[in-house]
């Protein structure tokens, strides 16, 4: 009996919606329970019962809850009416809580969708791997070449401050004809 391969799982929910969803948190990128709920289409209450039905499965490191200053902080960031109305502190999930959650939900949409934000998660680090290994190459070369690069930020920040001489604005765009 073979066995049936299933094809690709397209993307259900764009990578920009997930990515605008993971904060920086006490060191981890994690997602908060709020939105987790909305991208797996569960109540934001039923998707915490069931991580506290299986709490053996969320140790420290795949989820913790906001202390009091966290909670005032991400209310500042978001708004008051955007996290208000809870009377618990929100649930952080890092990427390991995220696809323990595909597991505790028991969905096809939830394992759908916590693979395509696993996914997010290692294109992010590639990103930020990328970023650190070109910050260092930079680095080098300044030291390297520190005094030339003083001379071009210096001619840089001159063309910035001058505004062109003698020069007039055309308009672009239509005219309005007059009659």
Do not use: C, W
């Not at 978001?78 to 929100?90: A, C, E, I, N, Q």
């Not at 030291?143 to 910035?160: A, C, P």
């Amino acid at each position: 009996m073979a066995i049936k391969q299933k094809s690709k799982i397209t993307s259900i929910i764009p990578d920009e919606t997930i990515t605008g969803k993971i904060y920086y948190i006490r060191g981890k990128k994690v997602m908060f329970d709020r939105d987790l709920a909305e991208l797996y289409g569960v109540e934001t209450k039923d998707l915490n019962r069931a991580v506290r039905r299986n709490s053996d499965r969320f140790p420290d490191d795949f989820m913790f809850q906001l202390d009091k200053k966290e909670f005032e902080i991400l209310r500042f960031h978001f708004g008051t009416s955007s996290y208000g109305g809870r009377r618990y502190f929100p649930l952080a999930f890092t990427e390991q809580g995220v696809v323990m959650l595909s597991a505790v939900l028991k969905s096809e949409k939830a394992v759908q969708v916590s693979i395509q934000i696993a996914r997010v998660f290692v294109k992010l680090r590639e990103i930020l791997i990328t970023h650190k290994e070109l910050r260092e190459k930079i680095e080098k070369m300044e030291l390297k070449y520190n005094d030339n690069f003083k001379t071009i930020f210096k001619v840089i920040s001159k063309l910035m401050a001058s505004e062109p001489k003698g020069q007039e604005l055309k308009i672009v765009g239509f005219k309005e004809r007059r009659k």
